[in-house]
Nanobody, 127 residues
Framework: QVKLVESGGGLVQAGGSLRLSCAAS????????MAWFRQAPGKEREFVAA????????YYAASVKGRFTISRDNAENTVYLQLSSLKPEDTAVYYC????????????????????WGQGTQVTVSS
């Protein structure tokens, strides 16, 4: 059973930065694309970024492109999300997720393609 544990959230002023981590255990992490989603109060959970299992290629939501960076360390079974130039509208609970497809050639941006989720970490950006 795959377990994902996020950390690194907190309170930061607008324009600041945070680095989120997601540690994976119980599976073969290096064979799966990984993603970050977020959910703001009263809103649907939305896709933020994804990273390939194979070559480290990445894909971002338009709202975060150029400000957020996803990366992974397969030796440490960890995926990261560097958040920079934060805005109050980035306030949300951030979740990491593992794609359900073994060695997927595609990035998936909808929740139904992900079987395993972490518990989430809160990011709050003050104005």
């Amino acid at each position: 059973q795959v377990k994902l544990v996020e950390s690194g959230g907190g309170l930061v002023q607008a324009g600041g930065s945070l680095r989120l981590s997601c540690a994976a255990s119980g599976g073969t992490f290096s064979n799966y694309n990984m993603a970050w989603f977020r959910q703001a109060p009263g809103k649907e959970r939305e896709f933020v970024a994804a990273i390939s299992w194979s070559d480290g290629s990445t894909y971002y939501a338009a709202s975060v492109k150029g400000r957020f960076t996803i990366s992974r360390d397969n030796a440490e079974n960890t995926v990261y999300l560097q958040l920079s130039s934060l805005k109050p509208e980035d306030t949300a609970v951030y979740y990491c997720a593992e794609d359900r497809t073994y060695r997927s050639a595609r990035f998936h941006t909808t929740q139904n393609f992900y079987d395993y989720w972490g518990q989430g970490t809160q990011v709050t950006v003050s104005s």
